[in-house]
């Protein structure tokens, strides 16, 4: 049974930097692309940045945390980081890791092509 595991949220001072990282237990569960949502308290899940092995490859990330977040990761590893900086009061969430194993129409960007999800890590920044 394929997992995903985050971990290394907390709570951080706004302008604080925190490495979320996320661990599949199987190689295929995650082979096309992975990546991380996040739900705010009252707001919808919501995309924040992923990263495609397959082809070229490439990196995606929300307008919100473009400039501040970076996402990477060890394919061969299964795992994937989010390095957050410059945290504001506003990503305050809990945060997802996704894994889609293949393609499929659905945009990275959205939940629907993604068919494994971790449990979430809590992350606070403080004002």
């Known amino acids: 049974q394929v997992q995903l595991v985050e971990s290394g949220g907390g709570l951080v001072q706004a302008g604080g930097s925190l490495r979320l990282s996320c661990a599949a237990s199987?190689?295929?569960?995650?082979?096309?692309?992975m990546g991380w949502f996040r739900r705010a308290p009252g707001k919808e899940r919501e995309f924040v940045a992923a990263?495609?092995?397959?082809?070229?490859?490439?990196?995606y990330y929300a307008d919100s945390v473009k400039g501040r977040f970076t996402i990477s990761g060890d394919n061969a590893r299964n795992t994937v980081y989010l390095q957050m900086n410059s945290l504001k009061p506003e990503d305050t969430a809990v945060y997802y890791c996704?894994?889609?194993?293949?393609?499929?129409?659905?945009?990275?960007?959205?939940?629907?092509?993604?068919?494994?999800w971790g449990q979430g890590t809590q992350v606070t920044v403080s004002s």
């Open positions: 996704a894994a889609q194993p293949f393609y499929t129409s659905s945009p990275l960007v959205t939940e629907y092509g993604y068919n494994y």
């Open positions: 199987g190689r295929a569960a995650s082979r096309y692309a």
């Open positions: 990263i495609r092995w397959s082809g070229a490859g490439g990196t």
